[in-house]
């Protein structure tokens, strides 16, 4: 049996006192032994963080205004991800949030998202060079490394439960606080720049036009300010946008 040793360490907290001196002292072995576990995160089995990425998305879609495929945005989304139901072995699956946020975002699973706001600003091969920078976290391992790291360090760690070979359901607060940690939070330049290495080759490997990612960047630097979600997670775009310009040639 493939049993996960993800630990219940509210169970110490809220449990306690109803319990048996015997019992506790079981739950204490058994919160010993899953501490390791949670300090070794990557023993966190990838069914069970492909189902919290399942749990986020299906939370996140359910605050969001989804754009159908009748739509404007839905009908461009369908033009734009023809083709692209799977990628370098990555199954991908795509909607547009209504709203005038420039954004877009990915997690591990698959799930990719991409604001309105940010498509009416964009050409086609603009969105696309966003939609390979997004794979680009994923296949670099980022988004893993974060959910991981979200796992290990934040609150989820005391309301995660120990259950037998199954990932645990979250409630809505938790899934909120594991966006903001896995997806909100800032990425690092240097996993900027392998993200957008990995771009350049999608661009050139599906025979877009890789020069939107030098126009793609070009354009967020000058909506910095007026508020691009994006900018606030994918920081310096000019500096981006000129070593993206270096390789257009190579
Ligand atoms: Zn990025």
Redesign the pocket.
């Known amino acids: 049996m493939n049993r996960r040793n993800f630990i219940l360490f509210s169970a110490l907290a809220s449990g306690l006192s109803s319990v048996t001196p015997m019992a506790w002292a079981l739950d204490f072995g058994k919160i010993m032994d899953a501490g390791k576990t949670l300090a070794d995160a990557e023993s966190i089995s990838d069914d069970d963080l492909k189902s919290y990425f399942d749990q986020m998305t299906v939370h996140e879609d359910a605050q969001n205004q989804i754009a159908g495929p009748s739509t404007p945005h839905g009908k461009r989304l369908a033009k734009l991800t023809k083709g692209l139901s799977n990628y370098n072995g990555l199954d991908l699956n795509f909607k547009v949030y209504q709203t005038q946020e420039i954004n877009a975002f990915a997690m591990a699973n698959g799930t990719i998202r991409l604001y309105s706001g940010l498509m009416d600003e964009f050409t086609d091969d603009e969105v696309r060079y966003v939609v390979g920078?997004e794979i680009g976290?994923i296949q670099s391992g980022h988004t893993k490394a974060r959910i991981q790291t979200a796992m290990r360090t934040s609150a989820l760690k005391n309301v995660i439960a120990a259950t037998d070979g199954k990932a645990a359901k979250l409630a809505d607060s938790q899934l909120g606080d594991l966006f903001e940690k896995v997806i909100v939070a800032q990425?690092s330049q240097s996993?900027?720049r392998e993200?957008d290495d990995r771009a350049m080759d999608f661009m050139k490997t599906l025979k877009y036009a890789p020069e939107a990612c030098v126009t793609a960047l070009e354009k967020l630097d000058k909506l910095s300010g007026s508020g691009a979600s994006w900018l606030s997670?994918?920081p310096s775009p000019r500096e981006r946008a000129d070593r993206m310009r270096t390789q257009l040639a190579a």
């Open positions: 920078h976290h990425h996993n900027e993200a997670t994918h």
